[in-house]
């Protein structure tokens, strides 16, 4: 190989290194960053608005609500679909308060579909039913 080719190849690697380095330790930051602010705050995901929480959050306060809401259902409802809307308004309600509890900023709209998942995934009702309600709760 001749001495330039070698050179060559050399820079190509450092240039290499160090635009991943400056990669990796940037991400680092911002992972840092966002935990740091994670703290029960609003946390916006890539520095949106408040009105996106980040997943992390979300994760977490629908990990607290879904028993709370199951629970809820299965005590107030008695399995007729007329009953379903006011039962369904409770459950927002709950959900509503909770995530005030948590510092996150949540519309309505996606409290109901919070409250749709979480009651198809205790198989409360069948799906039809449950976004029917869900259609009559304001």
């Not at 991400?27 to 995901?45: D, E, P, W």
């Not at 459950?91 to 409250?115: F, M, S, T």
């Amino acid at each position: 190989m001749s001495k330039n080719l070698v050179v060559w190849i050399a820079c190509v690697v450092a240039a290499d290194i160090v635009v991943t380095v400056f990669f990796v330790l940037r991400y680092l930051a911002r992972q840092k960053a966002n935990l740091a602010t994670s703290g029960g705050a609003a946390v916006a995901i890539g520095g949106a608005s408040a009105a996106i929480p980040s997943f992390l959050a979300l994760r977490k306060f629908t990990d607290a609500i879904h028993p709370r809401i199951g629970e809820l259902v299965r005590s107030s409802w008695s399995g007729d679909a007329d009953s379903l809307p006011s039962v369904l308004t409770m459950a927002l309600d709950e959900a509503q308060r909770e995530a005030q509890a948590q510092g996150l900023a949540l519309d309505r709209d996606l409290l109901k579909k919070v409250v749709e998942v979480s009651l198809a995934k205790h198989h409360v009702t069948k799906g039809a039913v449950l976004r029917e309600a869900l259609q009559k709760v304001a």
